[in-house]
């Protein structure tokens, strides 16, 4: 019975020191496991943060160009209803004057055309004020030429404004693209990295666990052994 308790123990302490083993394996692997972690979770965080500065800058851009199309087609659709000298009179001319304004606040708006817009106002303001309704055919014609050049000027910023805004959404799309493939192929790492740390914590919680309970059955064991001696 001594010599059975004997090699008991011999196996008991070869079973302890096998699970310490594997336990001190698994928790270097759980902080590089973790390490790895901290270092994905860090790249997805700035990849984050990135993208949605990226995307609030597209939205701003965005907003300013379709402000600026709205701005033009509605200045565009007033200077080209009825009789031109009369937009700026009377009843429509707050509409008329409030669209050409409108264009000239738009936010991507060439400085030249500002300047072109502000002296057009300007000039006809002086020539037809609120209080006169009496337009001569010379004068008339006169600002049709005048206001003719101003709606081509828009038009092509129009098709200009509309291009670019296209631009923009196509580069977003690829934007866009590229980062969630960038973020998916991160949280992909993250999970795989996850999964296998719970393993390997498992594996270090069996072990320890096991450990315990042959220390528990040594020392049942050794006392005894002592007694039969």
Not at 170 to 187: C, F, I, M, S, T
Not at 194 to 209: F, N, Q, W
């Amino acid at each position: 019975a001594i010599k059975k308790a004997g090699e008991q123990i011999e196996m008991l302490i070869a079973d302890i020191q096998m699970a310490q083993s594997d336990s001190r394996v698994a928790a270097k692997k759980i902080d590089e496991l973790n390490e790895e972690l901290a270092g994905l979770n860090d790249q997805k965080y700035e990849a984050d943060r990135e993208g949605e500065k990226a995307r609030n800058a597209y939205l701003k851009e965005h907003a300013d160009y379709k402000g600026s199309v709205d701005s033009l087609a509605t200045a565009i659709q007033q200077l080209q209803i009825g009789d031109i000298p009369q937009l700026l009179q009377g009843a429509k001319s707050s509409k008329s004057r409030e669209a050409l304004l409108q264009v000239q606040r738009a936010a991507k708006m060439p400085l030249h055309a500002k300047r072109v817009l502000a002296s057009f106002l300007a000039l006809y303001h002086e020539q037809y004020p609120a209080n006169n309704l009496a337009v001569t055919a010379p004068e008339a014609n006169a600002y049709d030429f005048s206001s003719g050049g101003i709606v081509d000027m828009m038009k092509e910023l129009l098709v200009k404004f509309k291009d670019e805004l296209a631009e923009i959404e196509k580069e977003e799309l690829l934007r866009k693209g590229a980062h969630d493939v960038q973020v998916g192929d991160l949280v992909g790492q993250i999970e795989y990295a996850t999964e296998h740390r719970d393993r390997e914590l498992a594996t270090k919680s069996e072990r320890d666990r096991t450990a315990a309970e042959k220390k528990g059955l040594l020392a049942d064991t050794q006392k005894a052994k002592a007694d039969d001696e």
